[in-house]
């Protein structure tokens, strides 16, 4: 995971054992492994779903759940705005899926160290 504030030990293992569970990731030693759904999923999140893996993101969103934790707003007003808002959850969904074609779940982006570009792969 990259360092960042965003995630907290107790976050960190709850993602990992998730990977795992799902099998996206494999541990070899003390390294983690993505599979090739790890990638397919990856692709298809980046291009068409792209807040869902945008750190900001998940900081901004982070960062609203601490303060309604401490007090600081409500819950119901929170939720309704994520799923039910104008940028909410229900309409990013609706424009994502919208964007997808014919074989965009199944195709992953490789990156190649050598030059930075991607191969791509159909599975």
């Excluded at 759940?65 to 707003?73: T, V, W, Y």
């Excluded at 104008?86 to 994502?96: M, P």
């Amino acid at each position: 995971f990259p360092s960042s504030a965003t995630y907290s030990p107790s976050t960190y293992a709850s993602i990992l054992e998730t990977l795992k569970e799902r099998e996206y990731v494999a541990l070899d030693g003390k390294a983690l492994m993505p599979s090739l759904t790890a990638f397919v999923v990856t692709s298809l999140l980046e291009r068409h779903f792209s807040d869902f893996v945008d750190m900001t993101f998940t900081a901004k969103m982070e960062e609203r759940l601490d303060r309604i934790a401490k007090g600081e707003g409500s819950k119901e007003a929170y939720l309704a705005e994520y799923y039910l808002g104008e940028e909410g959850l229900r309409d990013k969904v609706k424009r994502g899926e919208s964007g997808i074609e014919g074989d965009d779940g199944r195709r992953a982006n490789l990156p190649i160290l050598k030059d930075r570009q991607e191969v791509q792969i159909l599975v």
